[in-house]
């Protein structure tokens, strides 16, 4: 897949988190190579996951070289490791950093190791992508949110795994999962039923299938009904052939795998199976092999990406777009199994697997793509050109709205021809640093060098030439508030751009001036945005486009309670 394109590979051991059989730059848990084939694998023919999604599978940029910097093992990411490979992947020259690692909690950026290491790439001229984190739907909850990386979120794609499972009465069920094995009928009890009483377990422990709560003896080669999403990494253990994790988990738009024949079911239809099972005396089901239809809801921001607002600069719209991250094919490593379990014997080499760490690597492709046409351009200009380049999203079929999605869901034809940018440069971000309240020390910890903040460096929040404009309110009311903006134009030499405003019952958008003539490439215009509007409880969504009838420079409008 990737092997003769690798450039580099480095593994980080700073605080000895790692086992000594893990001291390489080999990959022995599948996520990098994911990620990796992900950004810049080559086109491999047939390819599929023991049969399932089989098809082409190329990354984004096939051409694009890789160089590894390995700095998280099973025990964590330690910051100084972070650090280390930010400072070596910037003395190595690469072009853009795909980072898909993230903390469980938002850090202020003097405290966020992945937010400082994304400062000094930028310094030096590199794109730092990040995933947004898995940790969604909860709002806040949005991790990696500096406004000089980008910030991906994870939507579905036009297809989805569902699996059927067979009762012995020939009634079919079926729930989201990602099964390999081919169907065989075994026999199908619950797991309430066959509690391991030997070590003092009841019916309303095991119906959890925790560990070492199922009577071995009881459940070997046959089914279990469980109401645990754990369930067949414990169960495997005790003997089970498959399980049914009956319960609403609320995780049904994307799939697991599990190391044995496994379904999904809800608390509707697993109770279905249920009643089935208490209504014979020989009970018995077969789970078949997942099939993959069509999903024509697609894309829509996944349940467990991440969402906004930024709990850290709530102005600063976060995530900036979201990008495939749901039931992805790519290569895996053959130095672990399907799910890493120790009863899981399948070493594939391509996998199928969820999460913001799929969708970074879409969005870093997408980066690379432009950085190979656009050798030259800065960091926030690459990231300006996926952002205002993205097809726009529904609110209707995503709650969350721009918290969830940002500008919408990048669009990889148009990034190389966005019309303009939205530029910022290493002092913009120190004005920002210092319009947020820090001082010589605290700026120091993320620029790494003497800058200070003066009555003459600092900015505004709104000031921030950033490519989407937020406004957050303490309490319910009106508030204006005004965002300074200059465009660089990228595309056509003599292009003239008119200002086109949505925008929801509560909200005025007035731009000046609402037209910009430029004469050559690499003009820069200003203009500025004001805001007019009355929050509620509900935040408002509306948008500007710029557009000289070729190109939509579109950016979100947002207003809220913070």
Request: charged share 15%.
């Amino acid at each position: 897949m990737i092997v003769s394109k690798l450039i580099g590979a480095k593994y980080y051991n700073t605080v000895g988190e790692a086992r000594d059989e893990e001291l390489s730059a080999r990959d022995t848990e599948g996520h990098g190579t994911h990620t990796a084939s992900t950004v810049a694998g080559i086109a491999v023919n047939n390819a599929s996951m023991l049969g399932l999604a089989k098809g082409t599978a190329r990354g984004g940029v096939p051409s694009a070289r890789i160089a590894v910097y390995k700095i998280c093992f099973p025990a964590g990411c330690s910051d100084a490791d972070i650090l280390a490979a930010f400072d070596d992947a910037i003395a190595d020259g690469v072009d853009i950093i795909s980072l898909s690692v993230g903390g469980s909690t938002p850090l202020d950026y003097f405290e966020d190791s992945i937010a400082i290491g994304a400062f000094h790439s930028m310094k030096n001229g590199i794109l730092t992508s990040n995933s947004a984190g898995n940790d969604g739907p909860i709002p806040g909850s949005i991790t990696n949110l500096s406004p000089w990386s980008l910030s991906v979120a994870a939507s579905s794609i036009d297809r989805k795994f569902l699996t059927k499972i067979v009762l012995g009465n020939g009634i079919t069920y079926e729930g989201p999962a990602v099964n390999t094995f081919d169907g065989v009928i075994h026999p199908i009890v619950s797991g309430a039923s066959v509690p391991n009483t030997k070590k003092g377990f009841t019916s309303d422990e095991s119906r959890y299938c925790g560990s070492d709560s199922l009577d071995p003896a009881l459940v070997q080669n046959k089914i279990v009904v469980c109401d645990n999403l754990l369930a067949p990494y414990t169960a495997a253990q005790s003997g089970a052939s498959g399980i049914v994790i009956d319960g609403d988990f609320s995780f049904d738009d994307f799939a697991f795998s599990y190391p044995l024949p496994t379904t999904y079911l809800t608390s509707k239809d697993g109770n279905g199976v249920l009643t089935y099972i208490n209504s014979t005396s020989t009970p018995s089901a077969n789970i078949l092999k997942s099939y993959a239809p069509v999903d024509k809801a697609a894309p829509t921001v996944v349940s467990f990406s991440s969402r906004g607002p930024s709990k850290i600069t709530p102005d600063v719209l976060k995530p900036d777009l979201t990008a495939p991250g749901v039931d992805i094919l790519a290569a895996w490593s053959q130095g672990t199994t399907v799910t890493g379990d120790e009863v899981d014997t399948r070493v594939v080499t391509f996998n199928i697997i969820s999460g913001t760490s799929m969708s970074c690597p879409h969005a870093s492709g997408a980066a690379s793509y432009v950085k190979s046409f656009h050798p030259t351009w800065s960091p926030s200009a690459i990231k300006s050109a996926l952002m205002t380049t993205a097809a726009p999203m529904s609110p209707t079929k995503n709650s969350d709205a721009e918290f969830a999605y940002g500008s919408g869901h990048i669009d990889p034809l148009k990034v190389a021809d966005p019309g303009l940018v939205y530029d910022a440069g290493e002092q913009d971000f120190v004005s920002f640093l210092c319009g947020q309240g820090y001082n010589a020390t605290t700026l120091k910890i993320v620029t790494g060098d003497a800058s200070a903040c003066s009555k003459g460096t600092s900015a505004t929040v709104w000031d921030l030439n950033y490519p989407s404009f937020a406004l957050s309110a303490q309490q319910s009311g009106s508030i204006s508030r005004t965002f300074r903006r200059t465009v660089t134009n990228v595309g056509e030499a003599d292009s003239s751009y008119q200002a086109n405003v949505v925008a929801p019952t509560g909200m005025v958008v007035k731009i000046n001036p609402s037209s910009l003539a430029f004469k050559a490439v690499g003009e820069k215009q200003s203009f500025v945005v004001t805001v007019d509007v009355t929050i509620g409880s509900n935040a408002l969504s509306g948008s500007l486009v710029w557009s000289d009838g070729v190109h939509k420079v579109t950016s979100p409008i947002v207003a809220f309670l913070s």
